[in-house]
Antibody, heavy 128, light 108 residues
């Protein structure tokens, strides 16, 4: 049974760099059927996709966050990570951050992804 | 950027049918997935690729996609269906997801 567990600091200061890790159990991060992604949700608000990564390092990023985001995979520990440069506005990046598994397939029209499993989420508060 | 709109709220009586829309330009050309989120919990996938249902999701949940609107339909609504519902749109030409604004379903 797949389990996704986020870990990282709960409190950050503006303009710092946030680093979060997702530990995957019950599946191999090198499984060719899946990408691995991050989605966030500010308190009381909707969902925002951050990005998705394949075990080879191939990535898809949200264009609105692309300049501040780096994702990576560590196949030796079955983990993937998010690095986000925080803005100077505290509320902008305060959110629950979820890691997800993205099932994917490819055909002549392109790649297709769906977030089919979610971690429980971790709250990151940005405050000076 | 691609914009997807959902109604903020839908109210439905138990046993009736709830329809939640997800509107976007030519959304029929994209892949639409639906997630259910109950208070304090992580979302759960309930419909993927417009019409498919993951194992364990009741047949009461169904989806469709046509023109500029995708729809999640919940038949024979139960109290336990009360939740926020988000459409997630995958645009294969741009290689990106966009989420809808979310719809709160209230069971009267």
């Amino acid at each position: 049974q797949l389990q996704l567990q986020e870990s990282g600091p709960g409190l950050m200061k503006p303009s710092e760099t946030l680093s979060l890790t997702c530990t995957v159990s019950g599946d191999s991060i090198t499984n060719r059927q899946f990408y691995w992604g991050w989605i966030r949700q500010p308190p009381g608000k909707g969902l925002e996709w951050i990005g998705s990564i394949f075990h080879t390092g191939s990535t898809y990023y949200n264009p609105s966050l692309k300049t501040r985001v780096t994702m990576s995979v560590d196949t030796s520990t079955n983990q993937f990570s998010l690095s986000l440069s925080l803005t100077s506005v505290t509320a902008a990046d305060t959110a629950v951050y979820y890691c997800v598994r993205d099932s994917h397939y490819y055909d002549s029209s392109g790649y297709y992804l769906v977030s089919d499993s979610w971690g429980q989420g971790t709250l990151v508060t940005v405050s000076s | 950027s691609y914009v997807v709109t959902q109604p903020p709220s839908v109210s439905v009586a138990p046993g009736k049918t709830a329809s939640i829309t997800c509107a976007g330009n030519d959304i029929v050309s994209k892949s639409v997935h639906w997630h259910q989120q109950k208070p304090g919990q992580a979302p759960v996938l309930v419909i993927y690729y417009d019409t498919d249902r993951p194992s364990g999701i009741p047949e009461r949940f169904s989806g469709s996609n046509s023109g500029n609107t995708a729809t999640l339909t919940i038949s024979r609504v139960e109290a336990g269906d009360e939740a926020d519902y988000y459409c997630q749109v995958w645009d294969s030409s741009l290689g990106q997801y966009v989420f809808g604004t979310g719809t709160k379903v209230t069971v009267l």
